[in-house]
């Protein structure tokens, strides 16, 4: 058995790895690697396979047609619906004779990409439901794959269960272990040690904070958080702005309920909001579609924040922008190019965090110097992590028990402190524990 990282061993993003078991080979994820796309300018942004493999923001999977191994790819499984894991399909999925697998939010999201892109995929995209499994048909033989529920900074997210002849692959990227979350189930404690039980081989673990002392909080502390300076510091004068992750549909639903507490007619505005909440509601995972209102293009956004100007006390808006992004509808309210005007005192609150890449602290940086020269109060970081911190990765490498650990989601001095980890608990640098790059592989 031979595993390759293809992408997310190098960067945060563009994760993928390639498990070949001779006559079968099996993919997991296909994601973008985002800071090269938002540093386009808007004129450049034409989204082709060849345009993404110049500037760096798709897996090198390239590599599997010089091994061979593209013809024996028979399927590809994803985590979660986040652009950095499913992002690429759309551009490379069309190379491979295989099933696209998810779970149903996953693939709604996965088919407003392709929507988007105006791309038709020939691949079969297979829903299958959290905390249940499939199987893939390789040549001679199926493998049994478990999609275990687990928590992370979207719904229905999975890890991986990949059995095989010699023993389980566990693929854990991204997650973290909310016992309380707002939205969903909580993760799947029970399927994990009867799959430690029976053997894991290989620990493919989200790594990004190994090197953070900490237990990642539950999504209600950062419900806290919200409760805290909606109910308590807005009042009936203030324009109210929210931005935060668009596909954190948790934090939505918190946002929402805070709104309706406050009376406040609530419109979404954004593309990438309407994105997920549709994919949310086609899913059957969004309880708060009927008590908002969402604006999309052009003529509704005109009509909208025309009126929102109007009287400002009475609505919530919930808009993009989280992270300054060029065009977003926070960017361009801060630029004054939309009829609804930031004025002295209304609230700004970011319920996100600064995403740790050049462009976006500098694109942040720029907002929020726009949105101090208008005088508006601004309340950032109203918000926790989707990622496991070091204490948590301890339970979870003590629950699974593999025999191997190769740390992922990110370049060297993000995952390295995860040998150090493993170490402590009795790994042993390069004989079990693996720190690879992009396009390394690993026989077991």
Do not use: W
């Amino acid at each position: 058995m031979k595993i390759y990282g293809i992408g997310g061993f190098n960067e945060v993003g563009k994760n993928m790895t390639a498990v070949d078991l001779g006559e079968d080979v099996i993919l997991f994820d296909c994601g973008l690697f985002l800071p090269p796309i938002v540093e386009l300018e808007e004129s450049e942004k034409v989204y082709t396979e060849k345009g993404m493999r110049r500037i760096g923001a798709i897996p090198s999977d390239d590599m599997l047609d010089s091994l061979g191994l593209r013809n024996k790819v028979r399927a590809i499984i994803c985590s979660h619906a986040h652009l950095d894991h499913i992002g690429a399909l759309p551009f490379l999925a069309h190379r491979y004779n295989a099933e696209i697998v998810g779970t149903p939010f996953t693939i709604e999201v996965l088919k407003t990409l392709l929507r988007d892109e105006k791309i038709f995929l020939k691949n079969r995209l297979r829903v299958v439901q959290p905390n249940s499994f499939f199987y893939v048909q390789g040549k001679r033989k199926k493998y049994r794959v478990d999609l275990i529920n687990v928590t992370h900074s979207t719904i229905q997210c999975s890890l991986l269960a990949l059995h095989t002849d010699e023993g389980i692959i566990v693929y854990a990227n991204d997650f973290k272990l909310d016992n309380s979350p707002i939205l969903g189930k909580k993760p799947n404690y029970e399927r994990l040690k009867e799959i430690s039980k029976l053997g894991v081989k290989v620990l493919i673990v989200d790594s990004l904070y190994s090197g953070d002392n900490r237990k990642t909080a539950s999504e209600k502390v950062a419900r806290a958080l919200l409760e805290d300076v909606l109910l308590t510091t807005t009042n009936e004068n203030n324009g109210l702005f929210v931005t935060t992750f668009a596909s954190h549909i948790a934090r939505l639903k918190s946002i929402v309920e805070f709104g309706k507490k406050l009376n406040r007619r609530i419109i979404f505005l954004g593309r990438s909001l309407n994105k997920y909440v549709s994919a949310a509601t086609r899913a059957n995972m969004c309880p708060f579609r009927k008590d908002i209102e969402i604006a999309t293009f052009r003529h509704q956004l005109e009509k909208q924040t025309k009126k929102i100007n109007k009287d400002k006390s009475k609505y919530m808006v919930v808009c993009t922008g989280h992270q300054g992004e060029p065009g977003s509808i926070l960017d361009r309210l801060s630029k004054g190019k939309l009829p609804l005007n930031l004025q002295s005192q209304d609230h700004v609150i970011f319920s996100s965090s600064v995403i740790p890449t050049k462009a976006s602290i500098d694109n942040r940086q720029k907002l929020d110097n726009r949105l101090k020269k208008r005088g508006v109060r601004m309340f950032s970081n109203l918000h926790v992590s989707g990622h496991a911190g070091r204490e948590d990765l301890r339970d979870f490498i003590n629950m699974v028990n593999p025999e191997h650990i190769i740390p992922a989601h990110g370049e060297h001095r993000l995952t390295a402190p995860m040998v150090d980890l493993a170490q402590e608990m009795g790994y042993k640098d390069k004989k079990n524990i693996h720190l690879i790059n992009d396009k390394q592989m690993l026989r077991f």
